[in-house]
């Protein structure tokens, strides 16, 4: 039984660990039969790992969330890294976010996709105190 490949995007915004962990994360999906497209490409989910040293940054994420909403209206949003670390509860409530996943759960994002209705307006929001971050997962690009 097959299903039809989904599309994804990702965009790391800050510094060389995100962009290390993002190239990680999306071997994953690549692994489990996604496809892999451009983040300014028609995707079914848009990855978006955040970064919050500057105001600047999460003002950048918030424009990433509305342009990939013009590319495809019906994509589903997740955000990781940072900023949702950092204010999971203000990045759930943005319009066109699905999905805000903390230090801790970002490894897992492909495992917490997999149990969503991604055709659903569904959110989810899964973090955990940054003391409560015990594991390392190796990450390289």
Known sequence: ???????????????????????SISR????????KV?????????????????ENADKETRKL???????????YIALIGCYAQLKPDEIINLDGVNMVLGAKEKFNLLNYLQKMDLNNNNKLMVTSEINDVKTFNPSYS
């Open 28 to 35: 994953d999906f690549i692994e489990y039969g996604y496809e």
């Open 1 to 23: 039984m097959s299903t039809p490949t989904k599309r994804v995007a990702f965009h790391t915004l800050g510094c060389k660990l995100n962009f290390s962990e993002t190239s």
């Open 65 to 75: 969330i509305r342009r990939t909403k013009r590319i495809n209206p019906d994509s």
């Open 38 to 54: 451009d983040f300014n490409d028609f995707a079914d989910i848009y990855v978006i790992n955040t970064c919050s040293v500057t």
